[in-house]
């Protein structure tokens, strides 16, 4: 095959063969981390649930191989279901996670048979599939009604390889999440992050408003939430060079946050008194310290991590308490992505090269954020750190289309999302692979959600003075 995908931003791959070694390495990559996530306990473990919040271990594992069959061999291969009577077991919109226990699942080993058998036709088929040029969201492409069905595109750019990929490293992330949830003794381990100098820089930034380029039309595998490119408009404001810390966070409880309504939106202020809220979720407090609960061991809470663990409830009262408030997802883009000095937005906050080791804490490399202030390779031009990696950074925007949304491949990957019952998270966490985190990849959850690898920062708007000041 020859060729480059049109417009496709410095450092993307420009030609399908390239393309085609990255959709393999993805997939390779997902499935190692799936095979750790399910092999480092004991089967009786994979069939429990740890929490009504999540499925069982073994429900992601089975639903994992059954997207897969479906969009690979079925949409894209044109081969005949091996599976068709679970289907509807593994519809994640078909049954709530609660319920997902009293059904018929596969058991672990037939679990890990079949997504196996599906892998190694996914393959097969990886080899043989032409990667056509072009978009994958033309707008006579129309969205699945739920499930895989034949949706024209799917091929651009092996748009369905890179979907199937990310896919799984999202459910990777959620088993991540259970094993957080799940009690008894630590099942997986990894290195802590490298020490890192106490961060010299200042606590904010300006950001400087205008317009720029918000979202993407020429990433080959970005999904259908973050397209289409467009221009936003957004005023001056500052941001925190950093996301907000346990020490910062724990000066919020020290002051009574947790007790005071003032600082809190109206129906989080009826989580914290329904619940008896006093802290981040997996924190406790004992002989005068605060104690964390992480992947089964308990410790001191690090005063120089950012917080993690905190609703978006929290992160707004404490944004209120603090006099500031959280960035809107145009802002958080602005700051993460734009280049004023070329005219344009890039990949990632250092530029369009893929994300390294040196440049954010991503992949579960790390069990844990890195300290605030950690990988200044990873900063953005203006000087601000850690957008990538280490916390998902809530926002204050609700999770909204874009002007020219078009739903692809299906209406359920985001479009049923839509509206108020969702806050947009940006930037990803210790717990999110390369391929599923871009500088335009959009999470969102409901504002009332823990469990998840949350953090925050907060921003301000500026003021005449300081703007004069600044253009000095």
Not at 57 to 72: F, P
Not at 191 to 217: I, K, N, Y
Not at 397 to 402: E, G, K, N, V
Request: aromatic share 10%; charged share 25%.
């Amino acid at each position: 095959m020859t060729g480059s995908t049109t417009g496709a931003p410095h450092g993307v791959p420009v030609g399908p063969e390239e393309l085609r070694e990255r959709a393999l390495g993805a997939l390779r990559a997902a499935r190692e981390r799936t095979a750790l996530l399910t092999s480092c306990v004991e089967d009786s473990e994979l069939t429990a649930q740890h929490s009504p919040l999540m499925s069982p271990l073994v429900w992601d594992l089975a639903h994992i191989g059954n997207q897969e069959e479906q969009w690979l061999l079925r949409a894209v291969g044109g081969r005949d279901a091996l599976r068709p009577e679970i289907d509807s077991l593994y519809d994640a919109f078909e049954h709530p996670r609660a319920a997902r226990p009293s059904l018929p699942l596969l058991a672990p080993d037939e679990a890990r048979r079949y997504a196996a058998d599906v892998r190694g036709r996914a393959l097969d088929v990886l080899e043989s599939t032409p990667f056509t040029e072009g978009t994958p969201f033309a707008p006579d492409a129309p969205p699945a009604a739920g499930g895989a069905q034949a949706v024209r595109g799917l091929t651009d750019a092996g748009f369905a390889f890179g979907m199937i990929a990310q896919h799984e490293q999202q459910h990777d992330e959620t088993m991540l999440i259970t094993h957080q949830l799940r009690a008894g003794a630590p099942a997986l381990t990894a290195p802590d992050p490298e020490p890192a100098p106490a961060f010299g820089g200042p606590d904010e930034v300006l950001v400087p408003g205008g317009t720029f380029t918000m979202g993407t039309s020429t990433e080959p595998w970005a999904l259908d939430n973050e397209r289409p490119a467009h221009q936003r408009l957004v005023p001056p404001f500052f941001l925190d060079t950093t996301p907000v810390t346990n020490a910062a966070y724990q000066r919020f409880i020290d002051d009574g946050g947790y007790e005071e309504p003032r600082w809190w939106h109206e129906r989080g202020w009826e989580t914290v008194r329904k619940n008896g809220l006093t802290a981040p979720l997996f924190w406790r407090r004992e002989g005068g310290q605060w104690l964390r609960r992480r992947f089964g061991r308990v410790e001191p809470v690090p005063a120089e991590e950012p917080v993690v663990h905190v609703s978006w409830y929290e992160a707004d009262a404490y944004a209120r308490w603090a006099g500031r408030r959280l960035p809107t997802e145009a802002e958080w883009e602005k700051a993460a992505r734009h280049r004023p000095d070329e005219g344009r937005s890039a990949r990632y906050p250092w530029g369009d090269e893929d994300p390294a080791p040196r440049h954010a804490n991503l992949g579960q490399r790390h069990l844990r954020p890195a300290p605030a202030g950690s990988y200044p390779e990873g900063e953005s031009p203006l000087g601000i750190r850690q957008l990538m990696g280490d916390v998902w950074e809530w926002t204050a925007s609700d999770f909204l289309p874009y002007p020219g949304f078009v739903a692809y491949p299906y209406r359920e990957y985001s479009e049923v999302f839509f509206g108020g019952d969702y806050k947009v998270l940006r930037g990803g966490a210790f717990s999110v692979d390369a391929v599923a985190c871009r500088g335009t990849f959009r999470n969102w959850d409901h504002p009332v959600r823990r469990q998840i690898f949350s953090g925050f920062r907060t921003a301000r708007d500026a003021t005449a003075a300081e703007l004069a000041a600044e253009l000095g």
